[in-house]
């Protein structure tokens, strides 16, 4: 019985299944580094679905057709706010021709945006950007001499994450480098969805290596070979 009940509350899911929660126009958060943490295995389950004109916050692009380069190709983002986009030269193409919008961050504010609206803190003021074209529309204050600009936390509907380990609940373990975005993703999104390379059984992870809870993680897709 006790397996039984466990079984109906597992939050596993096929990529399929996953990925059918995500609507046409809704921001989504992608983790990754390049293809370091980058959940491929959701990538490429959105494009069996017809999702489209979504706002995506991610680090990076992909490459071509890699990654979220895939979704670059079949023209499903409409927004993308991150901080690196020039290894895709896709992208760069659709931001010329007016079929792709930009918003380019700082990648220290980039994380932390995503940080403080995943600690329920509105913005915050930084130096970066100040006197630039990052600056314009946007609060500016000086404090202790020191010119600052009002950065707003940074939320998605989705976030979509990779780990490299995960229990039944859905506690998450990383894998070195391809840790970076994603454990800041985790907290910011309303619906966190985990791609992972294993799960193992509860109380196999020692917990002082769990750096995601499973408080965070709503649905977990083991990744496919």
């Not at 939050?11 to 958060?29: D, F, N, W, Y």
């Not at 491929?40 to 991610?58: F, G, H, N, W």
């Not at 950007?129 to 600056?135: F, H, N, P, R």
Request: with cysteine; hydrophobic share 40%; charged share 25%.
């Amino acid at each position: 019985m006790a397996a039984a009940i466990r079984k109906l509350q597992s939050k596993i899911r096929t990529a399929h299944e996953a990925i059918s929660c995500i609507k046409s126009g809704q921001s989504v958060m992608v983790g990754g580094f390049g293809l370091s943490g980058h959940p491929l295995t959701l990538i490429d389950a959105l494009l069996e679905t017809d999702t489209k004109e979504l706002t995506v916050i991610s680090n990076n692009l992909g490459e071509d057709g890699k990654g979220l380069g895939k979704w670059i190709r079949e023209k499903r983002i409409k927004k993308a706010i991150g901080s690196y986009f020039t290894t895709n030269k896709e992208a760069v193409e659709q931001w010329k021709n007016g079929d792709l919008e930009i918003e380019l961050v700082p990648q220290g504010t980039f994380i932390e945006r995503i940080r403080a609206a995943g600690s329920g803190i509105g913005g915050f003021y930084t130096s970066t950007g100040v006197g630039t074209e990052l600056a314009k529309g946007k609060e500016e204050k000086t404090i202790d001499g020191v010119r600052y600009i009002l950065e707003v936390g940074l939320r998605a509907d989705v976030a979509l994450i990779k780990a490299h380990k995960s229990d039944q609940l859905g506690n998450l373990l990383y894998y070195r480098t391809a840790r970076n975005f994603n454990p800041a993703m985790a907290t910011a999104a309303d619906l966190v969805i985990a791609e992972v390379d294993e799960v193992v059984d509860d109380g196999w992870l020692d917990p002082e290596q769990i750096i995601t809870p499973h408080v965070y993680v709503d649905i977990l897709v083991i990744k496919q070979k």
